[in-house]
Protein backbone atom coordinates (compact mmCIF):
# COMPACT_ATOMS: atom_id res chain seq x y z
CA UNK A 1 0.00 0.00 0.00
CA UNK A 2 1.14 3.45 -0.58
CA UNK A 3 4.24 2.57 -0.08
CA UNK A 4 2.70 9.20 5.13
CA UNK A 5 -0.41 19.85 8.91
CA UNK A 6 -2.63 20.55 10.75
CA UNK A 7 -5.91 19.68 7.82
CA UNK A 8 -4.65 16.01 9.11
CA UNK A 9 -5.25 16.95 13.49
CA UNK A 10 -8.49 15.85 13.60
CA UNK A 11 -9.63 13.15 16.13
CA UNK A 12 -11.59 10.12 15.82
CA UNK A 13 -14.87 11.97 16.48
CA UNK A 14 -14.17 14.52 13.78
CA UNK A 15 -13.42 16.84 16.42
CA UNK A 16 -9.57 18.75 16.67
CA UNK A 17 -6.91 16.89 18.34
CA UNK A 18 -7.05 18.17 21.86
CA UNK A 19 -4.68 20.93 23.12
CA UNK A 20 -3.03 18.92 25.34
CA UNK A 21 -0.93 17.09 22.77
CA UNK A 22 -0.20 19.55 20.60
CA UNK A 23 0.94 21.51 24.04
CA UNK A 24 3.36 18.29 24.05
CA UNK A 25 6.58 19.82 23.39
CA UNK A 26 8.16 16.31 22.71
CA UNK A 27 5.08 15.03 20.28
CA UNK A 28 6.25 18.34 18.54
CA UNK A 29 9.46 17.40 18.04
CA UNK A 30 9.07 14.10 16.89
CA UNK A 31 6.39 15.55 14.87
CA UNK A 32 8.83 18.33 12.92
CA UNK A 33 11.94 16.17 12.97
CA UNK A 34 9.75 12.90 11.06
CA UNK A 35 8.38 15.87 8.77
CA UNK A 36 11.95 17.34 7.62
CA UNK A 37 13.03 13.40 7.80
CA UNK A 38 10.47 12.75 5.10
CA UNK A 39 10.97 15.45 2.97
CA UNK A 40 14.50 14.52 2.92
CA UNK A 41 13.58 10.64 2.08
CA UNK A 42 11.21 12.44 -0.93
CA UNK A 43 14.09 14.95 -2.43
CA UNK A 44 16.55 12.36 -2.60
CA UNK A 45 13.79 9.67 -3.82
CA UNK A 46 13.35 11.71 -6.94
CA UNK A 47 16.93 13.69 -7.07
CA UNK A 48 18.84 10.23 -7.32
CA UNK A 49 17.04 8.62 -10.25
CA UNK A 50 16.51 12.31 -12.36
CA UNK A 51 20.15 12.41 -11.94
CA UNK A 52 20.91 9.51 -13.45
CA UNK A 53 18.46 10.04 -16.56
CA UNK A 54 19.32 13.04 -17.15
CA UNK A 55 22.40 14.07 -16.46
CA UNK A 56 24.36 10.68 -16.58
CA UNK A 57 21.65 9.36 -19.57
CA UNK A 58 20.89 6.34 -17.73
CA UNK A 59 18.61 3.39 -19.51
CA UNK A 60 16.17 1.40 -18.11
CA UNK A 61 17.95 -0.94 -16.95
CA UNK A 62 20.34 0.89 -14.97
CA UNK A 63 17.79 3.16 -13.48
CA UNK A 64 15.72 0.06 -12.42
CA UNK A 65 18.98 -1.17 -10.49
CA UNK A 66 19.53 1.91 -8.93
CA UNK A 67 15.96 2.08 -7.32
CA UNK A 68 16.42 -1.57 -6.41
CA UNK A 69 19.97 -0.97 -4.71
CA UNK A 70 18.25 1.97 -2.34
CA UNK A 71 15.54 -0.24 -1.63
CA UNK A 72 16.99 -3.70 -1.06
CA UNK A 73 17.54 -2.39 2.74
CA UNK A 74 14.36 -3.04 3.59
CA UNK A 75 14.45 -6.94 1.99
CA UNK A 76 17.94 -7.25 3.71
CA UNK A 77 17.44 -5.33 7.26
CA UNK A 78 13.48 -5.10 8.45
CA UNK A 79 13.23 -7.93 10.43
CA UNK A 80 16.61 -6.75 12.35
CA UNK A 81 15.63 -2.91 12.95
CA UNK A 82 12.47 -3.72 14.18
CA UNK A 83 14.10 -6.51 16.71
CA UNK A 84 16.41 -3.67 17.58
CA UNK A 85 14.39 -0.73 18.02
CA UNK A 86 11.95 -2.77 20.35
CA UNK A 87 15.07 -3.05 22.61
CA UNK A 88 16.12 0.39 22.52
CA UNK A 89 15.24 4.12 22.33
CA UNK A 90 13.89 5.07 19.22
CA UNK A 91 14.63 8.35 19.78
CA UNK A 92 18.57 7.46 19.77
CA UNK A 93 17.95 5.85 16.80
CA UNK A 94 16.35 8.36 14.71
CA UNK A 95 19.38 10.66 15.82
CA UNK A 96 21.76 8.39 15.05
CA UNK A 97 20.12 7.35 11.13
CA UNK A 98 19.74 11.32 10.71
CA UNK A 99 23.34 12.24 11.30
CA UNK A 100 24.15 9.03 8.61
CA UNK A 101 22.05 10.14 5.74
CA UNK A 102 23.02 13.52 6.49
CA UNK A 103 26.44 12.46 5.96
CA UNK A 104 26.11 10.58 2.90
CA UNK A 105 23.81 13.52 0.67
CA UNK A 106 26.55 16.04 1.94
CA UNK A 107 29.57 13.89 0.42
CA UNK A 108 27.19 13.09 -2.85
CA UNK A 109 26.61 16.96 -3.02
CA UNK A 110 30.37 17.38 -2.75
CA UNK A 111 31.41 14.93 -5.19
CA UNK A 112 28.55 16.40 -7.69
CA UNK A 113 30.15 19.74 -7.23
CA UNK A 114 33.55 18.42 -8.46
CA UNK A 115 32.19 16.09 -11.07
CA UNK A 116 33.20 13.38 -9.50
CA UNK A 117 29.15 11.84 -9.27
CA UNK A 118 29.03 8.64 -11.50
CA UNK A 119 26.37 5.86 -11.42
CA UNK A 120 28.54 3.83 -8.63
CA UNK A 121 28.89 6.51 -6.65
CA UNK A 122 25.22 7.14 -6.94
CA UNK A 123 24.44 2.78 -5.99
CA UNK A 124 26.54 3.74 -2.37
CA UNK A 125 24.77 6.67 -1.64
CA UNK A 126 21.06 5.02 -2.15
CA UNK A 127 22.07 2.22 -0.45
CA UNK A 128 23.24 4.23 2.59
CA UNK A 129 20.08 6.02 2.51
CA UNK A 130 18.02 3.37 2.10
CA UNK A 131 19.61 1.56 4.80
CA UNK A 132 19.79 4.13 7.39
CA UNK A 133 15.69 5.01 6.50
CA UNK A 134 14.67 1.10 7.32
CA UNK A 135 15.82 1.92 10.96
CA UNK A 136 14.20 5.47 10.89
CA UNK A 137 10.82 4.45 9.91
CA UNK A 138 10.54 1.46 12.20
CA UNK A 139 11.72 3.98 15.32
CA UNK A 140 9.00 6.92 14.42
CA UNK A 141 6.22 4.56 14.12
CA UNK A 142 7.66 2.99 17.73
CA UNK A 143 8.81 6.24 19.17
CA UNK A 144 4.88 7.67 18.44
CA UNK A 145 3.62 4.53 20.97
CA UNK A 146 5.59 5.16 23.76
CA UNK A 147 5.41 9.23 24.07
CA UNK A 148 1.31 9.35 23.78
CA UNK A 149 -1.54 7.16 25.11
CA UNK A 150 -3.32 4.82 23.30
CA UNK A 151 -6.66 7.22 22.77
CA UNK A 152 -4.49 9.73 21.05
CA UNK A 153 -2.83 7.29 18.72
CA UNK A 154 -5.55 8.03 16.21
CA UNK A 155 -4.69 11.63 16.32
CA UNK A 156 -1.32 11.55 17.02
CA UNK A 157 -0.85 9.08 13.51
CA UNK A 158 -3.26 11.55 11.72
CA UNK A 159 -0.55 13.96 12.35
CA UNK A 160 2.98 12.31 11.46
CA UNK A 161 1.19 10.87 8.14
CA UNK A 162 0.06 14.57 7.65
CA UNK A 163 3.94 15.39 7.83
CA UNK A 164 4.61 12.66 4.91
CA UNK A 165 1.79 14.58 2.89
CA UNK A 166 3.87 17.31 3.25
CA UNK A 167 6.93 15.54 1.81
CA UNK A 168 5.05 14.02 -0.83
CA UNK A 169 3.82 18.18 -1.81
CA UNK A 170 7.28 20.05 -1.02
CA UNK A 171 10.12 16.52 -1.65
CA UNK A 172 9.43 15.97 -5.31
CA UNK A 173 8.33 19.48 -6.72
CA UNK A 174 11.76 20.72 -4.88
CA UNK A 175 14.27 17.63 -5.91
CA UNK A 176 12.71 18.36 -9.67
CA UNK A 177 13.30 21.89 -9.69
CA UNK A 178 16.87 21.91 -8.18
CA UNK A 179 17.80 19.63 -10.33
CA UNK A 180 16.13 21.27 -13.62
CA UNK A 181 16.53 25.02 -12.82
CA UNK A 182 20.06 24.26 -10.52
CA UNK A 183 21.97 20.93 -10.31
CA UNK A 184 22.05 17.73 -9.03
CA UNK A 185 24.23 18.40 -6.21
CA UNK A 186 22.36 21.44 -4.96
CA UNK A 187 19.43 19.01 -4.77
CA UNK A 188 21.33 16.42 -3.02
CA UNK A 189 22.82 19.00 -0.56
CA UNK A 190 19.27 20.26 0.20
CA UNK A 191 18.14 16.49 1.28
CA UNK A 192 21.05 16.72 3.15
CA UNK A 193 20.21 19.45 5.34
CA UNK A 194 16.53 18.72 6.07
CA UNK A 195 17.89 15.23 7.33
CA UNK A 196 20.13 17.33 9.83
CA UNK A 197 17.19 19.33 10.82
CA UNK A 198 15.42 16.56 11.75
CA UNK A 199 18.51 15.35 13.59
CA UNK A 200 18.58 18.89 15.62
CA UNK A 201 14.85 18.48 16.27
CA UNK A 202 14.47 14.83 17.59
CA UNK A 203 17.85 15.36 19.47
CA UNK A 204 15.97 17.44 21.65
CA UNK A 205 13.23 15.20 22.79
CA UNK A 206 13.55 15.02 26.57
CA UNK A 207 10.89 12.35 27.75
CA UNK A 208 12.47 9.16 28.93
CA UNK A 209 10.77 5.94 26.78
CA UNK A 210 9.36 3.61 28.47
CA UNK A 211 10.51 -0.03 27.41
CA UNK A 212 9.63 -3.35 27.99
CA UNK A 213 11.66 -5.29 30.77
CA UNK A 214 14.94 -6.65 29.96
CA UNK A 215 15.50 -9.88 30.82
CA UNK A 216 19.04 -10.79 32.35
CA UNK A 217 19.87 -13.16 29.03
CA UNK A 218 17.91 -11.37 26.50
CA UNK A 219 16.44 -14.04 23.57
CA UNK A 220 18.51 -14.14 20.71
CA UNK A 221 17.56 -11.78 17.88
CA UNK A 222 16.45 -14.62 15.80
CA UNK A 223 14.15 -15.57 18.33
CA UNK A 224 13.35 -12.30 18.88
CA UNK A 225 12.36 -11.86 14.95
CA UNK A 226 10.36 -14.91 14.83
CA UNK A 227 8.15 -14.17 17.77
CA UNK A 228 7.21 -11.27 15.62
CA UNK A 229 6.39 -13.04 12.40
CA UNK A 230 4.89 -15.44 15.00
CA UNK A 231 2.47 -12.61 15.75
CA UNK A 232 1.78 -11.28 12.69
CA UNK A 233 1.30 -14.77 10.88
CA UNK A 234 -1.39 -15.92 13.57
CA UNK A 235 -3.78 -12.34 13.40
CA UNK A 236 -6.04 -12.60 10.13
CA UNK A 237 -6.17 -8.47 10.23
CA UNK A 238 -2.35 -8.50 9.67
CA UNK A 239 -1.65 -11.40 7.75
CA UNK A 240 -3.68 -9.66 5.25
CA UNK A 241 -2.03 -6.65 5.43
CA UNK A 242 1.53 -8.18 4.83
CA UNK A 243 -0.16 -10.17 1.69
CA UNK A 244 -1.96 -6.82 0.40
CA UNK A 245 1.14 -4.91 0.99
CA UNK A 246 3.04 -7.28 -0.75
CA UNK A 247 1.40 -7.04 -3.56
CA UNK A 248 0.74 -3.59 -3.60
CA UNK A 249 4.47 -2.82 -3.13
CA UNK A 250 6.12 -4.82 -5.50
CA UNK A 251 4.00 -3.84 -8.49
CA UNK A 252 4.09 -0.64 -7.22
CA UNK A 253 7.73 -0.17 -7.62
CA UNK A 254 7.57 -1.53 -10.88
CA UNK A 255 5.22 0.75 -11.74
CA UNK A 256 7.13 3.49 -10.63
CA UNK A 257 10.40 2.54 -12.95
CA UNK A 258 8.48 2.86 -15.68
CA UNK A 259 6.47 5.89 -14.95
CA UNK A 260 10.10 7.74 -14.02
CA UNK A 261 11.02 7.43 -18.05
CA UNK A 262 7.44 7.59 -19.10
CA UNK A 263 7.40 10.62 -18.21
CA UNK A 264 10.08 12.72 -19.22
CA UNK A 265 10.63 9.95 -22.53
CA UNK A 266 7.31 9.64 -24.04
CA UNK A 267 5.42 12.51 -22.36
CA UNK A 268 8.72 14.87 -22.88
CA UNK A 269 8.24 16.46 -19.69
CA UNK A 270 10.93 18.28 -17.99
CA UNK A 271 12.11 17.79 -14.63
CA UNK A 272 10.11 20.76 -13.14
CA UNK A 273 6.76 19.20 -14.41
CA UNK A 274 8.30 15.86 -13.40
CA UNK A 275 8.40 17.08 -9.82
CA UNK A 276 4.85 18.34 -10.46
CA UNK A 277 3.26 15.52 -11.30
CA UNK A 278 4.59 13.55 -8.51
CA UNK A 279 3.81 15.86 -5.99
CA UNK A 280 0.11 16.20 -6.62
CA UNK A 281 0.05 13.17 -4.74
CA UNK A 282 0.48 15.24 -1.55
CA UNK A 283 -2.39 17.28 -1.53
CA UNK A 284 -4.55 14.69 -2.35
CA UNK A 285 -3.02 13.01 0.78
CA UNK A 286 -3.93 16.09 2.46
CA UNK A 287 -7.32 15.41 2.35
CA UNK A 288 -6.71 11.35 2.80
CA UNK A 289 -5.28 12.36 6.22
CA UNK A 290 -8.51 14.67 7.27
CA UNK A 291 -10.96 11.21 5.33
CA UNK A 292 -9.30 9.22 7.31
CA UNK A 293 -10.12 10.55 10.87
CA UNK A 294 -13.80 10.29 10.07
CA UNK A 295 -14.61 7.77 7.16
CA UNK A 296 -13.69 4.55 9.37
CA UNK A 297 -16.02 5.51 12.08
CA UNK A 298 -18.73 6.56 10.05
CA UNK A 299 -19.02 3.36 6.87
CA UNK A 300 -16.42 1.08 8.52
CA UNK A 301 -13.17 0.38 8.84
CA UNK A 302 -12.81 -2.97 6.28
CA UNK A 303 -15.21 -1.16 4.02
CA UNK A 304 -13.16 2.16 3.70
CA UNK A 305 -10.14 0.05 3.10
CA UNK A 306 -11.23 -2.35 0.22
CA UNK A 307 -12.80 0.86 -1.46
CA UNK A 308 -10.52 3.30 -1.30
CA UNK A 309 -7.49 0.71 -2.41
CA UNK A 310 -9.75 -0.01 -5.70
CA UNK A 311 -9.89 3.42 -6.32
CA UNK A 312 -6.52 4.63 -5.19
CA UNK A 313 -5.03 2.04 -7.61
CA UNK A 314 -6.87 1.26 -10.08
CA UNK A 315 -6.83 5.19 -11.09
CA UNK A 316 -2.89 4.09 -12.30
CA UNK A 317 -4.60 2.46 -15.41
CA UNK A 318 -5.49 5.80 -16.76
CA UNK A 319 -2.20 6.87 -17.17
CA UNK A 320 -1.02 4.71 -20.21
CA UNK A 321 -3.96 6.50 -21.83
CA UNK A 322 -2.27 9.60 -22.00
CA UNK A 323 -0.36 11.13 -24.83
CA UNK A 324 1.68 14.12 -25.90
CA UNK A 325 2.86 17.14 -24.17
CA UNK A 326 -0.20 18.73 -24.39
CA UNK A 327 -1.67 21.40 -22.05
CA UNK A 328 -4.03 18.45 -20.76
CA UNK A 329 -1.16 16.31 -20.42
CA UNK A 330 0.19 17.76 -17.08
CA UNK A 331 -3.60 18.83 -15.52
CA UNK A 332 -4.61 15.12 -16.03
CA UNK A 333 -1.62 13.48 -14.43
CA UNK A 334 -2.37 16.18 -11.39
CA UNK A 335 -5.56 14.17 -11.33
CA UNK A 336 -4.81 11.00 -11.43
CA UNK A 337 -1.98 11.67 -8.44
CA UNK A 338 -4.09 13.53 -6.44
CA UNK A 339 -6.67 10.56 -6.46
CA UNK A 340 -4.03 8.18 -5.49
CA UNK A 341 -2.84 10.63 -2.98
CA UNK A 342 -6.10 10.97 -1.35
CA UNK A 343 -7.02 6.99 -1.40
CA UNK A 344 -3.51 5.73 -0.57
CA UNK A 345 -3.67 8.02 2.87
CA UNK A 346 -6.66 7.03 3.51
CA UNK A 347 -5.32 3.29 3.61
CA UNK A 348 -2.32 4.13 5.64
CA UNK A 349 -3.73 5.79 8.02
CA UNK A 350 -6.69 3.43 8.51
CA UNK A 351 -4.14 0.21 8.44
CA UNK A 352 -1.89 2.22 10.98
CA UNK A 353 -4.61 2.40 13.38
CA UNK A 354 -5.67 -1.26 12.79
CA UNK A 355 -2.00 -2.06 13.22
CA UNK A 356 -1.29 -0.39 16.41
CA UNK A 357 -4.53 -0.97 17.82
CA UNK A 358 -3.43 -4.79 17.81
CA UNK A 359 -0.35 -5.07 18.47
CA UNK A 360 0.76 -5.22 22.63
CA UNK A 361 3.58 -2.08 23.47
CA UNK A 362 6.57 -4.97 23.78
CA UNK A 363 5.69 -6.18 19.83
CA UNK A 364 5.36 -2.62 18.19
CA UNK A 365 8.80 -2.50 16.53
CA UNK A 366 8.59 -5.99 15.33
CA UNK A 367 5.42 -6.01 14.14
CA UNK A 368 6.11 -2.74 11.78
CA UNK A 369 9.10 -4.43 10.69
CA UNK A 370 7.78 -7.65 9.57
CA UNK A 371 4.85 -5.54 7.87
CA UNK A 372 7.32 -3.23 6.41
CA UNK A 373 9.39 -6.31 5.30
CA UNK A 374 6.44 -7.93 3.38
CA UNK A 375 5.27 -5.27 1.93
CA UNK A 376 8.76 -3.10 1.31
CA UNK A 377 11.24 -5.72 1.28
CA UNK A 378 9.26 -6.52 -2.72
CA UNK A 379 10.36 -3.48 -4.15
CA UNK A 380 13.80 -3.91 -5.11
CA UNK A 381 12.23 -7.08 -7.35
CA UNK A 382 9.65 -4.99 -8.26
CA UNK A 383 12.19 -2.06 -9.70
CA UNK A 384 13.95 -4.45 -11.62
CA UNK A 385 10.80 -5.73 -13.46
CA UNK A 386 9.70 -2.69 -14.60
CA UNK A 387 12.96 -2.53 -16.09
CA UNK A 388 12.70 -4.93 -17.34
CA UNK A 389 9.62 -4.35 -19.05
CA UNK A 390 10.29 -1.42 -19.70
CA UNK A 391 13.12 -2.41 -22.11
CA UNK A 392 11.34 -5.14 -23.78
CA UNK A 393 7.49 -4.53 -24.12
CA UNK A 394 8.15 -0.31 -24.16
CA UNK A 395 7.03 1.97 -21.68
CA UNK A 396 3.11 1.96 -22.58
CA UNK A 397 2.70 -1.35 -22.38
CA UNK A 398 4.90 -2.01 -19.35
CA UNK A 399 2.64 0.66 -17.51
CA UNK A 400 -0.26 -0.87 -17.96
CA UNK A 401 0.75 -4.39 -17.09
CA UNK A 402 2.45 -2.86 -13.68
CA UNK A 403 -0.62 -0.74 -13.10
CA UNK A 404 -2.95 -3.87 -13.49
CA UNK A 405 -0.79 -5.49 -10.57
CA UNK A 406 -1.64 -2.97 -8.27
CA UNK A 407 -4.94 -4.31 -8.29
CA UNK A 408 -4.38 -7.46 -6.56
CA UNK A 409 -3.94 -5.74 -3.57
CA UNK A 410 -7.97 -4.66 -2.81
CA UNK A 411 -9.00 -8.22 -4.24
CA UNK A 412 -6.83 -9.75 -1.29
CA UNK A 413 -8.27 -7.56 1.27
CA UNK A 414 -11.81 -7.72 -0.25
CA UNK A 415 -11.80 -11.58 0.17
CA UNK A 416 -10.62 -11.61 3.99
CA UNK A 417 -11.64 -10.80 7.56
CA UNK A 418 -10.03 -7.18 7.16
CA UNK A 419 -13.54 -6.44 4.81
CA UNK A 420 -15.17 -7.16 7.70
CA UNK A 421 -13.81 -4.38 10.22
CA UNK A 422 -16.26 -2.63 11.50
CA UNK A 423 -16.47 0.90 12.85
CA UNK A 424 -14.60 0.42 16.25
CA UNK A 425 -11.07 -0.57 16.26
CA UNK A 426 -9.89 -4.06 17.82
CA UNK A 427 -7.86 -3.91 20.97
CA UNK A 428 -4.79 -5.50 21.80
Not at 20 to 38: I, N, P, Y
Not at 169 to 183: D, E
Not at 187 to 210: T, Y
Amino acid sequence: MPSVSSSSAVSDAGGPVPSRLWRDGDFRRLWVGQTASQLGEHTSLVVLPLFAVLTLDAGAGRLGLLRAVGQVPILMLSLFAGAWVDRWRARTVMVLTDVGRTLALGAAAVAGLLGGLGLPALFVVAFAVGTLSVFFDVAYQASLVRLVRRDQLVWGNSALEGSRSVAQIGGPALGGALVSLLSAPIAAAAGALFFALSFLSIRRIRRIESLPTRSKRPPRVWRRIHEGLRFVVSDASLRTVCLASAAFQFSSAAMMTVYLLFLPRELHLSGTAVGLALAATGPGALLGSVLAARLPHRFGHGAVLVSAAALGDGVFLCVPAVHGSSAVTVPALLAINFVFGTCGQLVNVTVMAVRQGVTPDGMQGRVAATITFAGMGMTPLGSLLGGFLAEEWGLRTGLLVTAAGMMLSPVLMASSPLARLGRALPVA
